[in-house]
């Protein structure tokens, strides 16, 4: 497997960690193994990430709930603080924002029991990802929020190859012009497969299992 790269920002706490090769997430192939793993977990990082998504919502969104998918808590606890703190102008300051996670049941399908429910009736609710690319899990994240009778404020993203899932719109730190050479393809269709080029590692947002 190639070596790490990282990809930098004017924030020095912000960058994106990838290698380059041939992987398989659940819904497609791509050329780039994104790790967003110590953003998730490192509270420096998170802080950091979450300082650059805050900016998008401060102002204009008022945002009851964030919905974290992809192991994104502590960067959702870290943009709730943002939003709410005292010291900026913002459509949410002294208020709460309720921090919620989803259950999955067969088929990749999200539901929340009766006590998370009231955190997501009538509420604005922002879906956060650690991606967005092929949009599937956001689309679950949307249709989860709008069955249990919440309003999609928005879905925000560390890395996203797309502006808009389904009518909303999406906000993330990094996007494929970081990469200058980012492709993704469905499975069927992969030109990496077709040529014999063997898949180096299965990834999704908990990381990658190298392939022998």
Request: net charge neutral.
């Amino acid at each position: 497997m190639a070596a790490e790269m990282k990809i930098r920002t004017k924030n020095k706490d912000v960058y994106l960690r990838v290698k380059k090769g041939h992987f398989a997430t659940m819904h497609s192939h791509t050329n780039y193994f994104i790790d967003v793993t110590t953003q998730k977990m490192r509270l420096s990082e998170a802080k950091a990430v979450a300082s650059e998504l805050v900016r998008n919502y401060r102002t204009n969104t008022i945002i009851d709930t964030i919905l974290c998918i992809d192991g994104m808590e502590v960067i959702g606890t870290c943009v709730a603080d943002g939003l709410t703190s005292e010291h900026y102008l913002n459509m949410n300051a002294h208020q709460t924002i309720y921090v919620v996670s989803p259950e999955f049941i067969t088929g990749g399908q999200m539901m929340f029991r009766d006590n998370l429910v009231p955190m997501l009736a009538g509420k604005n609710v922002l879906v956060l990802a650690a991606s967005v690319t092929t949009g599937k899990s956001a689309l679950a994240a949307i249709d989860a929020v709008q069955y249990y009778g919440g309003k999609i404020a928005g879905l925000a993203a560390i890395f996203a190859t797309v502006d808009e899932c389904d009518g909303h719109p999406v906000c993330s730190v990094f996007n494929p012009n970081d990469l200058g050479d980012y492709v993704s393809y469905k499975p069927h269709k992969c030109p990496f497969c077709q040529e014999g080029q063997k898949i180096e590692a299965i990834v999704n947002s908990f990381g990658y299992s190298a392939l022998a």
